[in-house]
């Protein structure tokens, strides 16, 4: 089953939604962290789950949207083909009071 932002909460978006938000979204270059990134989740232990986070202005935003959209062409690998990719908004989960 593939969850919408009308079925998760208002600060949980998932990564397709996040990325149809943004037309014309194109990833250009961060090969190299986009690669590391695939490798963490392609692990075949278990916790295998990411939290990327960092300063603001560094991209990291650019780099999840990259591996998004990697979901709609043929260079992703099988094993993240079918994964589900969600964004969390930070400052929304706060702004709620659920924390």
């Not at 963490?40 to 650019?62: A, P």
């Amino acid at each position: 089953m593939v969850a919408t932002s009308k079925e998760s909460p208002d600060f949980l978006v998932h990564g397709s939604d996040y990325l149809a938000a943004r037309p014309g979204f194109e990833m250009i270059g961060r090969k190299d962290e986009l690669d590391a990134v695939m490798d963490v989740l392609l692990r075949k232990s278990t916790g295998n789950n990411l939290i990327v986070h960092g300063k603001d202005g560094v991209g990291l935003s650019s780099l999840v949207l990259g591996l998004q959209a990697g979901q709609l062409g043929t260079d992703m690998p099988l094993g993240l083909a079918a994964k589900d990719f969600y964004y969390l908004d930070v400052d929304g989960l706060f702004a709620s009071g659920n924390v």
